[in-house]
């Protein structure tokens, strides 16, 4: 069961990982032609003046790569910081599923997310407070009614991670089937 936990954290951000590392590599890739077009430009020239299509193009499609590329690594950097401070240091509080809203900006394959929408009632205050998971991909359904782990920032309200992955290590459970001799 541990190496499923673990194989569900390190699969959360990897299209967004993938994502970034593919256009950081072909960005870098293009940048690096760029540069060397640029100094073959430079030192040989057949004509009297230098042929500066290629560096020009080449740089100018391969540092934006670069860019995007850059800009993927960084947010899901920035993403799995969040989550693991607060899984570490929020404190631990339990929603209910009330249910689950298709995210139209978002689609892959002609499919779109799904974000699971959240209640938790404090007991003491009666204040209500609502929360919003990431995009999850799949049928959110089952998930209505259930009780999800949210982990909260004790001095800002507002900072918190939905543990959606908690709701889907409960759907594994009691479903191994070993059929091994």
Known sequence: ????ERNVEKTENLGERLLG?????????????????WLVVTRITVTEEPV?????????????FFMVGLGFVIAVKVMDK????????GKK???????SQIVYQVA???RHPNRLECRYTDEFTGDVFLYSSRNIFGDTYPYVGQQVAVYVNPDDPADYYVDVDSLR???YQGKVHDFRS
């Not at 069961?1 to 499923?4: D, E, F, L, P, W």
């Not at 500066?52 to 934006?64: D, K, M, R």
């Not at 969040?82 to 240091?89: A, D, S």
């Open 169 to 171: 290590k409960e759907e």
């Open 1 to 4: 069961m541990r190496n499923r």
């Open 82 to 89: 969040k989550k693991n401070r607060l899984l570490q240091h």
């Open 93 to 99: 509080i339990y929603a209910e599923v009330t249910g």
């Open 52 to 64: 500066w299509v290629a560096p020009v193009v080449l740089a100018s499609v391969g540092i934006p």
């Open 21 to 37: 590392i593919l256009f950081l590599i072909l960005g870098a890739l293009m940048t690096l032609a760029a540069l060397g077009a």
């Open 108 to 110: 892959v394959n002609g």
